[in-house]
């Protein structure tokens, strides 16, 4: 398997929505939200467009204060962050204007722990004008909602729900990393089935690409997919009562799951 990065339709929204937010009218918000369920490649996406495109990229860790925010935020734009946090947030400011460009912050959610922090991007984004984009998981968008100042800063046409992947992408994918064509049909089974998660899609088109060495065949079809499905269920659900048998072990013994 050639694994390679994938321009899905995801991706295109993004790509839209930071066009939307650099082209607005100068009267308008420009902060931004990317949000959706784990596994869709949400950070995938975002790593893969910061290496193409003149963006700023941050991640925020859970650790973080909202000091730590702007000392994560200086170290991005490789200046030293001052001591005093007023001064570092002007630090910001300046260099953020100067720059010019969007800044992305990744895993949001962890911001929301100390709303300050939120409210310091809502500042630098008063100040510099540039646009702000917050990636965070699904609740994201209702998280959002709740701060109604910062909300009503978001552009509309700066928004992004992360979608699964369709079988269209599927079929695509599967021809760019294992050189085999997948029917409709066998790819939108596997979509339904992995709900378009990529942690997943990974290990099943490699067992698919092995399959097909096997049989000497050079496509994927429902049977065969069908058949993979069904096995990897049964693992599933094998783990599945496994870890049932653990926990209630430990409920009853004391002793830790093996």
């Given at each position: 398997m050639d694994k390679r990065f994938f321009l899905t339709n995801n991706y295109h929204a993004v790509v839209r929505s930071v066009d939307a937010?650099?082209?607005r009218d100068p009267s308008l918000p420009g902060m931004g939200l990317v949000y959706g369920r784990w596994g869709l490649g949400k950070t995938e996406t975002i790593d893969y467009f910061y290496g193409?495109?003149?963006?700023?990229?941050?991640r925020a860790l859970r650790a973080w204060s909202p000091r730590d925010l702007l000392k994560g935020i200086c170290d991005e734009y490789k200046v030293h962050a001052?001591?005093?946090?007023?001064?570092?947030?002007?630090?910001?400011?300046?260099?953020v204007s100067r720059r010019g460009e969007p800044l992305f912050i990744d895993e949001a959610d962890y911001l929301f722990?100390?709303?300050?922090?939120?409210?310091?991007?809502r500042d630098i984004h008063d100040v510099t004008r540039i646009p702000i984009i917050i990636v965070g998981m699904e609740e994201m968008c209702g998280k959002l909602q709740k701060f109604g100042q910062l909300w009503s800063r978001i552009l509309p046409a700066g928004i992004v729900e992360f979608q699964p992947l369709s079988p269209p992408e599927?079929?695509?994918i599967t021809k760019m990393?294992?050189?085999?064509?997948?029917?409709?049909?066998?790819?939108?089974?596997?979509c339904r089935y992995t709900e378009g998660?990529?942690?997943y899609i990974v290990g099943y088109l490699l067992e698919l690409e092995k399959a097909c060495a096997v049989n000497k065949v050079g496509k994927i079809g429902l049977p065969m997919t069908e058949s993979l499905v069904k096995k990897m269920s049964k693992k599933k659900d094998i783990s599945s009562q496994f870890?049932?048998?653990n926990i209630k072990r430990f409920r009853i013994t004391g002793r830790q799951p093996e």
């Open positions: 937010l650099k082209n193409e495109s003149n963006i700023y990229y941050v001052e001591h005093r946090t007023v001064d570092r947030f002007e630090q910001i400011c300046k260099e722990k100390n709303s300050m922090a939120l409210d310091l991007l599927m079929i695509l990393w294992c050189k085999i064509e997948m029917l409709p049909e066998a790819a939108e089974l596997l998660d990529f942690r870890d049932r048998n």
